[in-house]
């Protein structure tokens, strides 16, 4: 009896990680996600938009841009398994120019990838889908999203500061 009591415990580890978080989870993340991203769009000023921090790098709308595009490209095909619907592209020329549109497109992107992973269950998520090269559950396919999206939000921590305004402050909930 202790050698099978034994056996189990040392299973544990792998049967925590072959467990992916639940959808519930991964709903809360980019709810918060799609709030942090919103405050610092509205702690720039309209100003900022076509400021980079140095020469070669993406502008403070360009890297907003890209995060909720990229967010919603990866759990459009990667999670859900369907290319984005054009509607939800708009007009770079309009909106990395002004903020309110920015603020506007962004919000579609994300509300896209909430909406998307609401039509999911556990067991869905759990399915290995493959994408750009390689083969992971789609649980993991929307970590990968949800990490792109905070590494390059947080890249505009100094965007914020070298132009005198204050990032809002991070929360986890």
């Known amino acids: 009896m202790r050698r099978l009591a034994l056996v189990g415990l040392l299973m544990l580890p792998s049967l925590a990680r072959a467990q992916g978080p639940s959808r519930l989870a991964l709903l809360e993340d980019w709810r918060h996600q799609q709030k942090l991203i919103l405050a610092v769009i509205d702690s720039a000023t309209p100003g900022m938009l076509d400021f ?13 841009q890209h995060i909720g595009s990229v967010a919603a490209a990866i759990v459009g095909l990667a999670v859900v398994g369907q290319p984005l619907p054009r509607e939800l592209e708009g007009d770079t020329a309009v909106y990395l120019h002004d903020k309110g549109r920015l603020r506007a497109q962004t919000d579609r992107y994300l509300s896209f990838v909430v909406t998307s992973l609401e039509t999911l269950t556990d067991e869905e998520l759990a399915r290995d889908q493959p994408f750009a090269g390689g083969t992971m559950p789609k649980w993991r396919w929307n970590l990968t999203a949800l990490q792109h999206s905070a590494w390059t939000l947080g890249q505009l921590v100094p965007y914020l500061r070298m132009n005198n305004r204050i990032p809002p402050e991070f929360t986890p909930f």
């Open 52 to 64: 980079r921090a140095t020469r070669g790098v993406r502008s403070f709308a360009e890297q907003i």
